[in-house]
C-alpha cells in the first residue's frame, strides 16, 4: 500500500514530534511516499527545492498513493490543497487532530462527508485509529 | 460575475482589516457571495453553525462562482482546501499573499500553474491587481 501523509511545514513545525510518530507508525501498513514530512530537521523554511518542482512532485504522489493520511492540528494551505484535491479524486481520507484549548479546526475538513476524522491526544490512540482505517483499505 | 472570496476564519483572523477592505473593492466588480468572511465580527470560533452546513453551503457557492479570490497569509485548512478544490473545477484563482519576515507561503499555492498569485502591502496595490485580473474575467 502507498499512504501519502501530509502535514504542515511553512505553516509551522510545532507538531514535528505527533509527524514523526506518525509516520514511524504508517510505515507498518505500507510505503509512506512523504516520509521527509516527519523529519524534526525539516523546518518551516521548507526543503530548499523549486516550488513549482515540490507541487508537481508532491501532487504525483498523491495521485500514485492508495490513500491520504493528514495531521490537520496546525493550520495549513497545503494540507488543505492535498485534501481538496484527494476529496474530488476519490481517495479515502483520515485526518487526524489533536484538540486544545483555543484551537478550532476547519469546517471544510470537520464538515466534510468524504474525509474520516479522528481526534487523538497520544501515541496509543494513533496505533488503534490506522489499525480500523488502513486494515479495511 | 459571482466572485467566491476566501480567507482564514478558524485559522486566525490577524488580516482581517485586509479581507474586510478586498471585500469592499470586490463589489465594484459584481456580488461576493462569501461577503461574511470580511465581517470584522467574524472570531476565529466561526459562525456558529453546524460544520456540516457550511461545508455544503460554501462548496455550493463555490461551484456556481465565476471565480475564487483568495487570501492567503495566514495560513487555513479551509482556504487550501477550498483552492485544491477551484483547480480541480476549472475555476480561475487569484491568490493574494502579504510577504513579511519569518513567513513562507505553502509551496502548494506559489508552485501551482493553475493559480494566479499576486503579493500586496497595500489596498491601492489590490484596485490594480483585481482591475487586472477581474476586467479579463
Redesign the interface.
Known amino acids: 500500500m502507498k499512504i501519502y501523509f501530509a502535514a504542515?511545514?511553512?505553516?509551522?513545525r510545532d507538531d514535528w514530534a505527533s509527524y514523526l510518530e506518525i509516520v514511524r507508525q504508517l510505515g507498518d501498513y505500507g510505503q509512506v511516499l512523504t516520509e521527509h514530512v516527519g523529519n524534526a530537521e525539516l523546518s518551516?523554511?521548507?526543503e530548499g527545492l523549486?516550488?513549482?518542482?515540490?507541487?508537481?512532485r508532491?501532487l504525483g504522489w498523491l495521485k500514485e498513493s492508495d490513500c491520504l493520511v493528514a495531521e490537520?492540528t496546525?493550520?495549513?494551505?497545503?494540507?488543505?490543497?492535498?485534501?481538496?484535491?484527494a476529496t474530488?479524486w476519490g481517495k479515502p481520507v483520515l485526518c487526524l487532530y489533536r484538540p486544545a484549548e483555543g484551537r478550532?479546526?476547519?469546517?471544510?475538513?470537520?464538515?466534510?462527508?468524504a474525509v474520516t476524522l479522528k481526534e487523538y491526544q497520544s501515541p496509543k490512540e494513533l496505533t488503534e485509529i490506522f489499525e480500523q482505517f488502513l486494515q479495511s483499505k
Chains 1, 2 share one sequence.
Open positions: 504542515s511545514v511553512r505553516g509551522g518551516a523554511s521548507g523549486d516550488d513549482r518542482f515540490i507541487h508537481d508532491d490537520v496546525t493550520p495549513s494551505l497545503g494540507v488543505g490543497y492535498e485534501i481538496g484535491k474530488e478550532a479546526l476547519s469546517a471544510m475538513i470537520s464538515g466534510s462527508n
